[in-house]
Nanobody, 124 residues
Framework: QVQLVESGGGLVQAGDSLRLSCAAS????????MGWFRQAPGKERAFVGG????????WYADSVKGRFTISRDNAKNTVYLQMNSLKSEDTAVYYC?????????????????WGQGTQVTVSS
């Protein structure tokens, strides 16, 4: 099993930046692609971005492209989501996810490990 714990959420103003972290523990050698998703009230959980095991590939939802950056430090078993130029529509619970396969898509069904989520609230 792999445990994922997100941190770094909070209340910020529009235009501010925030960095989320996701620490993995347990059978971390079984993780491959990792991703970030978010869920706003009344909406489905949506893909934000993904990163391959060696950080050679990153991909993003159109809504965050150019503002958000995913990175990972495999030595620390941690993945990060740097969020810049935040907007009110970025308000959501942000979830870290991991899959044991090499996956370059956006489907949440491909991910078999999930964190508990961290709240990000952006006030306008």
């Amino acid at each position: 099993q792999v445990q994922l714990v997100e941190s770094g959420g909070g209340l910020v103003q529009a235009g501010d930046s925030l960095r989320l972290s996701c620490a993995a523990s347990g059978r971390t050698f079984s993780t491959n692609t990792m991703g970030w998703f978010r869920q706003a009230p009344g909406k489905e959980r949506a893909f934000v971005g993904g990163i391959s095991w060696n950080s050679g590939n990153t991909w993003y939802a159109d809504s965050v492209k150019g503002r958000f950056t995913i990175s990972r430090d495999n030595a620390k078993n941690t993945v990060y989501l740097q969020m810049n130029s935040l907007k009110s529509e970025d308000t959501a619970v942000y979830y870290c996810a991991a899959t044991s396969i090499t996956y370059y898509g956006r489907s949440r069904e491909a991910y078999n490990y999930w964190g508990q989520g961290t709240q990000v609230t952006v006030s306008s």
